[in-house]
Structures are given as structure tokens and as C-alpha cells.
């Protein structure tokens, strides 16, 4: 006789399958979100923060949020809008900010690298959004008016042809107390094409960050940000654009054996196609010079220190040369900080003698090392490595000192300017001019070292002379 079973009803069976996918989404506690701005309501949602020790805080996430006026509502799009300065947003009833919006359009290769799914479908000309991640503390009291936290603004790098906004999820930055903002600007020719007439003026890129800001500026209170503490950050073109914003009254060739390092000769013929696609007059001199200060003097013929003098020299022309100017520029009129980013991780994709690349630090400071698969789900971001402890450290110590800069707008990291106050006595067309007061802290300062090397010679002589004296007096066996 066969055993019976119990029957099981499919449907039930369905129904509780069901619910064991839902239970174990990597979505599981995703709320949703509603905000009020100016131009309307918006619907987000929020996340858990990853941190085990931020068990009651939570992570506002608004996707794709409109800050220009959309293509679909001009009657005539390439006519109103396109070469046109963008206009202020609308829309009716409830904006949804739960997904990310189009990039502006663009080659996919450089936004693919880090959003492998990235294809044409998501690229439009009307790409004007912008996201923002607030933090939401769970044990907070209610109250009419809660308080504000600082804003970080992200402007995306890119030679102004490639990138997107979402690239940059700002989750692990505004699980630091702070509100985070990325957006989209127009790129190549649609964003700065220019005929040098009223047709076509340009810089329609800069006009989109611009309408981007003062959306900020408009409504990030509503989303917990304060509007009176801005940090506008970029990197590469972003950086370059945070730079005009701040002086705004509105606000070389590939070499195929570079692994294999390079010859003196290579480095040669490097050199002079550099100087004559420039059209350097005193051509003879500045080769001089170039040579002079690139060349690896104890081992002139090595060729992996010859490829690292060349990228040496190529990087002070593409970004050290103007970096200096501009911190010089500004240091001048306010307190001016640096920093060099200089941790290669043992994972990192790039090979080891290529040093530490152009913008390698935004992944630590985005979090890139604490994207798991959730975070993949739900931003489409795929970091390019793996990332092990020490990664995650540097991420954590990177997103620590933007944020605390943010907040406070100073940062713990003073050595020079503790530790060497000669530097502060260059002439002023280089650093901040001094005070009466610094140089009287300085010359002070200057007072107390050599006083104290003084008596520190003096301590040494006598101590000397003590043990000449005492092996003097010893009584001597004749």
C-alpha cells in the first residue's frame, strides 16, 4: 500500500513563495517618501543605512527629480530649448523620484565603466535632473522645524563630453549627516558649442549647473539640507567648473610600450612633439629645462624611471601647473586647503606603474568599497574591483574628511601650516597675506626655537666638559 501525502493547494504554494521572495528582497524595508517643494510634491523612497551601529537611521533617496523646464514641454523643443538657456521646472500632481533619469547625450563607453547596463536607451536630450540622498534619523523627536544639515554638491568630471550623475550614488556620503546632490548638465556641443554670436553664445553646461544650484538654493531645505552650507565639489572638468562657478559674478599621445617602460630616446621624441604641437618659441632652452628637471639623474638610462618622469611631467602640465596657480590664486583671499591622494590599492585594476590615477580617489570618497549586491540592484553602479579591509578604511577616512569639511568648513589636517611657519613668510603674490598679529605669532614663534636651540648647545657643551673633568679626576695606576 503507498503512503499518502497531504495535498498541497497551488495556490497557497504560489502565495507562499511569494512572500519567501519578498522577505529576502535585497529591497526589504525600502519605504516610501514623499517631499514637498516649490514647483510641487516628489515621491523617493529610503533605505536602511548599511552601518550596524546606524541601526535607526535611514538614507532619503530621490531619483530624477526635474530642475529645468522638460523636453516635452516645449512646443517646439529643438527651437526653444536646444542652444538655449534652460528655464525653471514644473509639473503636476506627484513627481516620481524613485529611478534614474536619462544621461545627456554622449559616447556610452565612459559611463559604461562603472554602469555596465549603461546603453543608448538611457542617454536623451532631456537629461536635466539631479538626485538627492538626505540622511532620516528614525529616533529623532518630531518637530515643526527639524534641524538643517550641511549640502554637498557634486559636479561629475568628464572633459565635458562624458559622464552621468549616476555614476556617483550618494548614499555612504549622507549616511555622514550631510544631504548629497548629483546631476546631469549637457555635454559636448549640445552644452558648449558656441558661433561666437547671439545664435549660439555657449556654455549651455554651465548654465544647466547654474539652474541646478538654484534649485539647491530653492528647495533643498525641504529635504533637511541648509541652503547657508553649501560645499560644491567636482573633480576633473567638475572641478574645473566648480572653479569658474566661484569666479562667475553668478554664481599625449598613447604609447603602446608604456608597460614595458621607456627609452631615453623614446622620452626625447615624446618631448619635442609635446613643445611643437605648442608651438614653443625658445624651443632649445625649454628642452633644456624639460630635460633637466625630468631626468631621473642616478639612473638617466632606466627605462621604467624614464616612463615615470614622463608621467611626472604630463601630469604637472595637465593638472599640477594650473592646480598650483589656482590654489596660490586663492589662498590670497581665504583659507585654501590641498590634498594629495596617494593610496593604490593591491586590487586596483589598473596596473601598479601607472601610479595613482586622475580622479582614482572619487570611488572612496563615493563608497565604492561598501557597494554590495543590494546597492548594485538598486543604483545599477558596479565598482571595477574588489575592495578589502584596507579599501574600505581609506573610504571610510575619505568620506570622513569631505563631510567634516562640509559641516565645519575647516579640516583636522593642518600639518604644514603647524609645523613649517616658514612657509608663511613667502612673499604675499604667493600665500595669504599676514596679519600683524601672525607675523608677530610667527617671529615669536622663530624666538622660542632658537632660544631653545641655544640652551640646548649650551647643555650639550657643559655636559661635555663634565666628562672631560670627571675623566680627568680618575685616579691613575702608575
Given at each position: 500500500m503507498e503512503p499518502s501525502y497531504p495535498r498541497i493547494d497551488v495556490k497557497y504554494l504560489f502565495i507562499l513563495t511569494l512572500w519567501v521572495i519578498l522577505?529576502?528582497?535585497?529591497?526589504?524595508?525600502?519605504?516610501?517618501?514623499?517631499?514637498?517643494?516649490?514647483?510641487?510634491?516628489?515621491?523617493?523612497?529610503?533605505?536602511?543605512?548599511?552601518?550596524?551601529?546606524?541601526?535607526?537611521?535611514?538614507?532619503?533617496?530621490?531619483?530624477?527629480?526635474?530642475?529645468?523646464?522638460?523636453?516635452?514641454?516645449?512646443?517646439?523643443?529643438?527651437?526653444?530649448?536646444?542652444?538655449?538657456?534652460?528655464k525653471k521646472p514644473y509639473w503636476g500632481g506627484v513627481w516620481d523620484a524613485t529611478y534614474y533619469r536619462p544621461a545627456c547625450p554622449q559616447p556610452l563607453w565612459y559611463v559604461k565603466q562603472t554602469v555596465p547596463n549603461f546603453s543608448y536607451k538611457d542617454v536623451d536630450e532631456d537629461c536635466l535632473y539631479l538626485n538627492i540622498f538626505s540622511p532620516q534619523r528614525t529616533?529623532?523627536?518630531?518637530?515643526?522645524?527639524?534641524?538643517?544639515?550641511?549640502?554637498?554638491?557634486?559636479?561629475?568630471g568628464g572633459g565635458f563630453v562624458y559622464g552621468a550623475a549616476q555614476q556617483y550614488p550618494g548614499v555612504f556620503l549622507a549616511e555622514r549627516n550631510v544631504v548629497v546632490v548629483t546631476f546631469n548638465y549637457r555635454l559636448g556641443p549640445l552644452g558648449f558649442l558656441s558661433t561666437g554670436d547671439g545664435n549660439a553664445i555657449g556654455n549651455y553646461g554651465m548654465w544647466d549647473q547654474y539652474r541646478a544650484l538654484e534649485f539647491v538654493r530653492d528647495n533643498i531645505k525641504f529635504f533637511r539640507g541648509n541652503p547657508g552650507v553649501v560645499t560644491l565639489f567636482g573633480s576633473s572638468?567638475?572641478?574645473?567648473?566648480?572653479?569658474?562657478?566661484?569666479?562667475?559674478?553668478?554664481?599625449?599621445?598613447?604609447?603602446?610600450?608604456?608597460?614595458?617602460g621607456i627609452s631615453d630616446v623614446q622620452f626625447d621624441n615624446i618631448l619635442y612633439e609635446f613643445l611643437n604641437d605648442r608651438d614653443v618659441e625658445d624651443l632649445?632652452?625649454?628642452?633644456?629645462?624639460?630635460?633637466?628637471?625630468?631626468?631621473?639623474?642616478?639612473?638617466?638610462k632606466n627605462f621604467s624611471m624614464v616612463r615615470q618622469r614622463v608621467i611626472d611631467m604630463m601630469?604637472?602640465?595637465?593638472?599640477?601647473?594650473?592646480?598650483?596657480?589656482?590654489?596660490?590664486?586663492?589662498?590670497?583671499?581665504?583659507?585654501?586647503?590641498?590634498?594629495?591622494?596617494?593610496?593604490?590599492?593591491?586590487?586596483?585594476?589598473?596596473?601598479?606603474?601607472?601610479?595613482?590615477?586622475?580622479?582614482?580617489?572619487?570611488?572612496?570618497?563615493?563608497?565604492f568599497p561598501f557597494i554590495n549586491e543590494t546597492y548594485k540592484d538598486l543604483f545599477g553602479v558596479y565598482p571595477r574591483q574588489y575592495y578589502d579591509y584596507a579599501d574600505r578604511n581609506t573610504s571610510?577616512?575619505?568620506?570622513?574628511?569631505?563631510?567634516?569639511?562640509?559641516s565645519s568648513g575647516q579640516t583636522e589636517y593642518a600639518f604644514w601650516r603647524q609645523y613649517f611657519p616658514k612657509i608663511w613668510n613667502r612673499p604675499s603674490q604667493f600665500t595669504t597675506p599676514k596679519s600683524a598679529q601672525e607675523a608677530q605669532e610667527v617671529t615669536n614663534f622663530k624666538t622660542a626655537t632658537w632660544s631653545l636651540m641655544s640652551v640646548g648647545?649650551?647643555?650639550?657643551?657643559?655636559?661635555?666638559?663634565l666628562c672631560i673633568a670627571m675623566c680627568r679626576m680618575r685616579p691613575k695606576d702608575y
Open positions: 522577505t529576502f528582497s535585497p529591497c526589504e524595508g525600502r519605504e516610501e517618501v514623499t517631499v514637498d517643494t516649490i514647483y510641487g510634491p516628489v515621491k523617493g523612497f529610503s533605505i536602511h543605512s548599511h552601518y550596524s551601529a546606524y541601526e535607526r537611521k535611514r538614507i532619503n533617496v530621490f531619483l530624477g527629480i526635474p530642475y529645468a523646464k522638460r523636453k516635452s514641454q516645449y512646443d517646439d523643443f529643438q527651437r526653444e530649448f536646444r542652444f538655449k538657456k534652460p529616533d529623532e523627536p518630531s518637530s515643526i522645524s527639524p534641524s538643517l544639515y550641511p549640502v554637498m554638491v557634486f559636479i561629475h572638468t567638475g572641478a574645473a567648473a566648480v572653479g569658474l562657478h566661484l569666479l562667475s559674478p553668478r554664481t599625449v599621445s598613447n604609447l603602446p610600450t608604456l608597460a614595458d632649445t632652452n625649454t628642452v633644456d629645462a624639460l630635460t633637466f628637471q625630468y631626468t631621473y639623474w642616478p639612473q638617466p601630469s604637472d602640465y595637465m593638472f599640477g601647473t594650473g592646480m598650483d596657480e589656482v590654489v596660490k590664486a586663492h589662498s590670497r583671499f581665504n583659507h585654501t586647503y590641498v590634498y594629495v591622494f596617494d593610496y593604490f590599492s593591491w586590487n586596483d585594476y589598473l596596473p601598479r606603474y601607472r601610479g595613482i590615477a586622475h580622479g582614482q580617489e572619487l570611488q572612496y570618497v563615493f563608497g571610510e577616512y575619505m568620506i570622513a574628511l569631505w563631510t567634516n569639511f562640509s648647545i649650551i647643555l650639550i657643551i657643559i655636559v661635555f666638559a
